[in-house]
């Protein structure tokens, strides 16, 4: 497990910084378009993921808690959503990737800014609600600094088109 603490305040909207610090989707992309998203790409997008969570939670309720997060749970999401952006017309640069959690949208943004957003990847995650601080007393729990917060390792993911071709 991770833990994510505060580190930026959430902005509202998309992110508008470039996507990565290390390869581009582009650079990526072309190191692997036979093979489709590679290794690389998987783990940029993983960084990026915990990058984002990391700034959102200061802005959200769970700002004053501690959240852990499944350690390959990232990499899964990530592998998953470049498997479904794959087929779209601009690819994974054309996603705009949704971090849902709990039912509430924690963070947005656009895998490559300078690309025009195609579809959007909403990634569901949820509270764990059968870990062992369940079972313990409402009064133990306020008792911490805010209260753990534990990522379920089962999360779904969804693809909308913000297009429709003439063949649909």
Sequence with gaps: MEVLPVTNQFGVGFSAEKAWGGPTWREAA?????????????AALAQRLE???RAAKGASELAAA?????????????????????PEPCGARGA????????????????????LTTHE????????????TSM???FLKNLTRGGTVIIS????????????????
């Design 66 to 86: 501690e959240v852990l997060v499944p350690a390959e749970l990232l990499a899964r999401a990530a592998r998953q959503a470049l498997a479904l952006a794959e």
């Design 51 to 53: 990058r984002e969570l």
């Design 96 to 115: 705009a990737l949704i971090v849902h959690v709990a039912e509430r949208r924690l963070a947005a943004f656009k895998l490559d800014p300078a690309t």
């Design 136 to 138: 313990l007393p409402q």
């Design 30 to 42: 072309a190191s692997s378009a036979a093979a489709g998203p590679g290794p690389a790409a998987e």
């Design 153 to 168: 390792p089962r999360f779904t993911i969804t693809k909308k088109k913000l297009f429709r071709s003439e063949a649909q």
């Design 121 to 132: 990847i909403h990634l569901h995650l949820e509270h764990d609600a059968a870990n062992w």
